[in-house]
């Protein structure tokens, strides 16, 4: 009974594809497209599509940069240590030498630990709702790769910069060669991961599209990943000025690690079928209202800086 259940939707599927490429024109004949290897897309799409990403982009830094704060703040004041937040990091109220090895553990390594469990939730939430076709999905696709980023990216940078997580490390008296061999074994996971992470990435395509072919799945990666990445950084710089931390820039910098490894992956991926659901590609405007004014109450709020102490 099981065999002919897994038959029948087998040949349903078939049954949705086939009549799929029908109604396309591509069923006898060869397509148009395939000719000249291009799609013909309405005007802007894929200029909508990176905007729409970009917003999401920025929207999910400032929820995990924020958590981020708060949660190495909560580790400080379990050592005891008063706290300002502000933009552009944490003042510590505590002068250098009243500093203990352990609130050094506690404090510089809870952010990376809570962002790594975090980056499990969120991955398991994306998969779960991996046929959804809403914008949600790439704000979740977003919020991973923000914490993966505060996770690894800050055990490299920390590394190599003696900040961050880089105070754990030089506390624990490790020295240059295990320095060396904890900066390449994370560069290699953020890598590595980026390389698991491509196909998953590449679905969230279904947002806006009913497949991905190799003709613009490329133009795609770009729109929806690369510039919103390098446009993010920018405006993510020029919110923070003047009050400029190179560390934080390097280590947003290093989500690239994890991106590079889509695009190299990419290309061995056969194109994706999703639905044949319509799909209207359009500017979600909200997203360029929240992110203006929760931006401007960061900026604002944390500039004044909140203070916490026991």
């Known amino acids: 009974m099981a065999k002919e259940r897994y038959s029948g939707n087998s040949l349903y599927r078939g049954y949705r594809k086939i009549r799929f490429i029908a109604r ?3 069923l006898f004949t060869l397509p148009a497209q395939k000719e000249s290897g291009k799609i013909d897309f309405p005007a802007r799409t894929f200029q909508i599509i990176s905007l729409n990403s970009l917003f999401l982009f920025l929207l999910a830094y400032l929820v995990i940069y924020i958590l981020t704060l708060f949660i190495t703040a909560v ?3 379990a050592s005891n240590i008063p706290v300002t937040l502000y933009y ?3 003042d510590y109220i505590i002068r250098g030498k009243d500093w203990l090895v352990d609130s050094i553990n506690i ?8 962002m790594l469990i975090l980056s499990v939730v969120f991955i398991i939430i994306y998969v779960t709702v991996a046929a959804e076709t809403g914008l949600l999905r790439l704000f979740l696709l977003w919020l991973l790769f923000h914490a993966l980023t505060r996770c690894f990216g800050e055990i490299m940078v ?9 105070y754990v490390i030089l506390y624990l008296f490790i020295m240059d060669t295990g320095k060396l061999i904890l900066t390449i074994s994370a560069f290699l996971v953020m890598f590595t991961t980026g390389f698991f992470l491509t196909r998953v990435s590449l679905f969230s395509a279904n947002i806006y599209f009913n497949d991905l072919r190799k003709s613009y799945k490329m133009r795609f990666i770009l729109s929806q990943f690369i510039m919103p990445f ?3 950084n920018i405006v993510i710089f020029l919110i923070k000025l003047p009050e400029i ?3 934080d ?3 947003n910098a290093s989500m690239i690690l994890y991106l590079i490894p889509i695009i190299i992956r990419s290309v061995s991926i056969e194109d994706l079928y999703f639905d044949e659901d319509s799909r209207k590609i359009r500017f979600r405007a909200f997203l360029l209202i929240a992110t203006v004014i929760l931006y401007l109450l960061f900026r604002i709020i944390f500039g004044i800086g909140i203070r916490l102490t026991i």
Do not use: D, Q
Not at 107 to 114: H, Y
Not at 158 to 166: L, P, T
């Open 249 to 251: 820039v390097a280590v």
């Open 107 to 114: 404090v510089f390594s809870s952010g990376p630990l809570i």
């Open 158 to 166: 920390g590394a190599i910069m003696n900040k961050g997580f880089g």
């Open 75 to 77: 580790a400080a004041l």
């Open 88 to 90: 552009h990091g944490v």
């Open 245 to 247: 931390n190179i560390f």
């Open 230 to 232: 390098f446009l993010g």
């Open 24 to 26: 396309k024109g591509t």
